[in-house]
């Protein structure tokens, strides 16, 4: 599967970005993506991870009630609305894919990954 991520830029606080994830070559063992964001000097974070068949959704703490995952199934297309943006906010978003995704993917990761596209949360 091959993923590419799009839709970062500057944004002062307070403000709203939507990152979406164009996917293709679907692989059979692919049912759910995710979103992890890594800041400079810091670690991979996983920020949020939707199951492809019955949308169920898992959030990280840290941005649960300003960001929201949402997918398109037929154009192939996850986004990551974020709302109420924090300058903690920025970092590299990249999209990933697996089989499945739970609390624990934000942890441990998934299979598959595209490229990032940079957030900067400045006034």
């Known amino acids: 599967v091959q993923l590419q991520a799009s839709g970062g830029g500057v944004v002062q606080p307070g403000g709203s970005l939507r990152l979406s994830c164009a996917a293709s070559?679907?692989?059979?063992?692919?049912?759910?993506i995710g979103w992890f964001r890594q800041a400079p000097g810091k670690e991979r974070e996983g920020v949020s991870c939707?199951?492809?068949?019955?949308?169920?959704?898992y959030y990280a703490d840290s941005v649960k009630g300003r960001f929201a995952i949402s997918r398109d199934n037929a154009k192939n297309t996850w986004y990551l609305q974020m709302n109420s943006l924090k300058p903690e906010d920025t970092a590299v978003y990249s999209c990933a894919a697996d089989r499945s995704c739970s609390i624990a993917t934000l942890d441990y990761g998934m299979r598959y990954w595209g490229k990032g596209t940079l957030v900067t949360v400045s006034s």
């Open positions: 070559r679907f692989t059979l063992d692919v049912y759910a």
């Open positions: 939707i199951s492809i068949n019955d949308g169920s959704t």
